[in-house]
């Protein structure tokens, strides 16, 4: 089904994309490798992009439909590649696909930051925990020490002398 509703912004320039792109709240791009102002590779137009926004969804959609093509604009960061022109079912189900693994990708990435703030947290505790055993095992030694210091003095005694029995007489 075609139920689907999506935000559709047309930038027919790559300067516009881009400047639109570094505002970062889109998803996916719909890219045609010949945008009139951009003089480089196809190649290049997708890393552009890819480098304006990292987590962009990119979905070629031209009319270069070869092997090579292909190839190169999946390796150049895009997610999905379609030949013009470009049936509307497929683009909404690559849509759908891409903006999916995008945001499995985002929240992976979000993720991982915790565990790494995590890590590092639970590395700063890990060491406070040993320094603070060390000094409680330096603590302890120090009082062994001088335990045994105490109990090798002589210890004086009152000496007791039984009480002479008086005799009582009557």
Do not use: C
């Not at 890819?50 to 270069?64: E, L, Q």
């Not at 000094?135 to 009082?143: G, I, S, T, V, W």
């Amino acid at each position: 089904s075609t139920d689907a509703t999506y935000d559709v912004e047309v930038a027919g320039r790559l300067e516009a994309a881009l400047r639109r792109l570094s505002l970062g709240d889109i998803e996916a791009v719909l890219l045609d490798l010949t945008l009139p102002d951009w003089k480089g590779t196809k190649e290049d137009v997708i890393r552009q992009v890819r480098v304006v926004a990292p987590t962009v969804g990119i979905i070629v959609v031209t009319g270069w439909g070869d092997d090579g093509t292909q190839l190169a604009a999946r390796s150049a960061g895009a997610d999905e590649f379609m030949t013009k022109p470009a049936d509307p079912f497929d683009m909404i189900a690559k849509l759908r696909l891409t903006v999916g693994h995008r945001r499995i990708a985002i929240d992976h990435h979000q993720i991982e930051k915790t565990f790494q703030h995590m890590g590092v947290k639970i590395a700063e505790f890990t060491e406070l925990l040993e320094q603070g055993t060390a000094a409680l095992e330096k603590a302890k030694a120090a009082n062994d020490v001088g335990k045994k210091k105490r109990s090798i003095r002589p210890i004086s005694r009152p000496s007791i002398s039984p009480m002479p029995r008086e005799t009582a007489v009557m």
